[in-house]
Structure formats: C-alpha cells, structure tokens
C-alpha cells in the first residue's frame, strides 16, 4: 500500500508544523509503519483511508464539533507516532563522563553561593537519560552533600513520559548501557521489570513539552541536555531552537548536543568547547 500524494503532504505538513520534523520523501516506509497501528485502532481499511479521513476533519470548520475534536487529537496521535524515541542509561558514556569529570566541578564553583544545580533534559523519552543524571549527581552529592540538585525533563510524547514517570523498566532496557553499581544502588526486582527508587524519581520532574512550538521551561538552567534531536529538524527549525536552548542557560551554562550534531555556523553566540572526547557548546559568560 502506498500514501498517496495528499496523503503525505497532510502528515509531513502535520510532522512539520506541530514539532519540526523535516519528513524526506524517502520515509514514507517509515511513516506507514508507524501510523500502521492508528489506522487499524480507527477501524480504516489502510493507513492512507485513515490519514485522508484526518485530512477531512482537520479541514473543518471551527465549531463542527466531533469531527474538529478528532482531528485535533489524531494529528497528535501522528506526531507522537514519528516522533523517535530511541535511548539509553548513560548514552555514548563520554558525555556523562565528562559532566562529572570536567562540567560539574565549574558549574558547582560558580554556584557556590547558592549551592543549587538546575538542568533541562529536552526530548528525554522515556527517562534514561534524566535518571541517569540523577543516580550521577545522587553519587557526586555524598562527596558534596551541601549542594542541591533538580532535573527538569520534557518530552513531546506524552506516553514515553507515562512510562519514564513510572520508572519501572524491562530487563531489556536495563541491559543497555546502565552499569552494575546503580542498578544494585537504585533499582528492585519486581518480578519480571525492575523498579527504580522513590529517591531518584523525586529529583526529575516531567512534563510535556514541544521544543518547536512552545516557549523553554523557566529557568535559567545550569545545563542543558538536547541530544540527537537536531538531527530530525531543517536548518531554520534547527537554529530556531538552539536560539531557544541558549536563552534558557544562565551565563556561562553549558549545552550538550548528539555526537553527530553541531551549533557552528547555525548558532552565532555559542561557543564550542572540547572536553576529551566529548563537544559541548556553552553560553559565554557576562
């Protein structure tokens, strides 16, 4: 079965304008696997018949009613559906390595007056890369018991965030990347999926957010983590939203982006640094 032309001009438009997603033609594969079990949860004979159906009650005049409602919350259904959710305890290691090695120290010495740390994890899925933060600054603290720590972590998909608030992972999940000393330190067994602690989960507070369309999270934050997720976006959406990220570190806080993504020559004030084998990009200080 293929989408025909209005029908993936509707989802790329819709990909598009609700969270920055630049849809190649090339993914129209992707988008019929992915919008696959929306069609048959409506009762459509395929994945183009549905999309086209959300199509008719998007276009719709304000005050029709049911048809307006459906349509609102099957174009969030299509976002969330292409929305890549891929993660991992302590992703690529190098960046949480040097957040504790080379980071933290700074951000705790110009915040020694007020002896709080404030990040952002953007796009956090389904919560490993917050929880990771926070079994990692939990370890820092008993060194440095006087500080404080809060993680605010945002997805657009409101059910990886279901998921990452209730904490509790398959051993599957737990096989990728979390080393041995934190599951022994965070986690029970509860019967097939595993369980993290009351005291871990208390340090990271989700919420839904769509980087594109809505203003930051109130901050400023001390660090930023916004990890391949530029990679999904056009050059304009991309430094749209770096714009955003710098405006909501203090002075001198730092931005960590995915391997294969870079602020040069997209964001003029962003300054890149290089910690080992680690790129950071940080907001120049006053």
């Known amino acids: 079965m293929t989408l025909s032309a209005q029908a993936y001009e ?27 079990p929306l069609a048959r949860a409506a009762g459509a004979p395929d994945v183009n018949a549905w999309v086209l159906d959300v199509r008719r009650a998007a276009m719709a005049a304000p005050g029709a009613g049911a048809p307006l409602d459906r349509g609102l919350g099957a174009r969030k259904a299509i976002i969330e559906a292409l929305t890549t959710n891929e993660t991992s305890w ?93 599951l022994s330190a965070h986690f029970t067994r509860e019967g097939a999926a595993w369980q993290l602690s009351e005291a871990i989960r208390q340090q990271v507070m989700f919420a839904e957010h769509n980087l594109v369309t809505q203003p930051t999270p109130p901050g400023p934050f001390d660090v930023i ?35 294969a993504e870079t602020a040069l020559g997209i964001d003029p004030v962003l300054e890149r640094v290089q910690l080992g084998r680690t790129t950071v990009y940080r907001r120049p200080a006053l």
């Open 10 to 36: 509707f989802v790329a438009g819709v990909a598009k304008a609700g969270s920055g997603l630049a849809l190649q033609p090339s993914k129209e594969y992707l988008i019929e696997s992915r919008l696959a």
């Open 225 to 259: 983590f916004c990890r391949n997720v530029l990679i999904y976006f056009d050059l304009d959406t991309k430094r749209e939203v770096l714009a955003k990220l710098r405006g909501a570190l203090r002075p001198g806080g730092y931005l960590y982006l995915g391997a």
């Open 90 to 182: 302590m992703r690529d290691t190098a960046p949480f390595t040097e957040f504790i090695r080379s980071v933290l120290p700074v951000i705790a010495r110009e915040n020694s007056a007020t002896r709080r740390i404030r990040i952002w994890s953007a796009a956090c899925s389904t919560g490993q890369e917050p929880y990771s933060l926070a079994m990692l600054l939990t370890d820092w603290k008993r060194a440095n018991p006087t500080y404080s720590y809060r993680i605010q972590a945002t997805d657009i998909d409101s059910t990886v965030l279901a998921t990452a608030r209730a904490g509790r992972f398959s051993t599957l999940e737990m096989n990728r990347g979390l080393p041995a000393q934190h």
